[in-house]
């Protein structure tokens, strides 16, 4: 098996939003663009990594999005193996291997921004950020 980037879908490669209604959004044109170079370099294989891949219906929805923007050749998927070597989404926060130590710049997010956790106490509450 090579090693794959995995890229989330809703609000990471397509926007989500409230009326979407279980629809897949438009695309995210800079991240569509990202992957497209990642493709185009061939050093990594691409994989969408979305609950979707649970549900056949949402799976061909997800095909069929990626058909109309040039990526019908991906994977979609919601396992992550040993040769998965990037997450692209924007629900994650970035841990620092080993440690369980939130990156400064995610545990100190704000709302709606990149890294915001939900929680109502999150490792910016705690003295063990990293700069990552």
Not at 9 to 37: F, W
Request: include cysteine.
């Amino acid at each position: 098996m090579s090693k794959w980037i995995a890229v989330d879908l809703d609000g990471t490669l397509a926007e989500v939003g409230s009326s979407n209604k279980g629809a897949i959004g438009k695309p995210v044109q800079p991240m569509l663009s990202r992957v497209k170079a990642w493709l185009s370099e061939g050093d990594y294989e691409v994989r969408i990594f979305t609950a979707r891949a649970a549900d056949p219906v949402q799976a061909g929805k997800v095909k069929d999005w990626l058909n109309r923007q040039g990526l019908g050749e991906l994977a979609i998927t919601n396992v992550k193996d040993a040769d998965m070597v990037e997450l692209w989404d924007d629900k994650a926060v970035r841990v620092e291997r080993n440690s369980g130590k939130v990156c400064s710049g995610c545990g100190n997010a704000e709302r709606h921004s990149a890294g915001f956790s939900h929680r109502r106490h999150t490792m910016a509450d705690i003295p063990q950020l990293t700069d990552c």
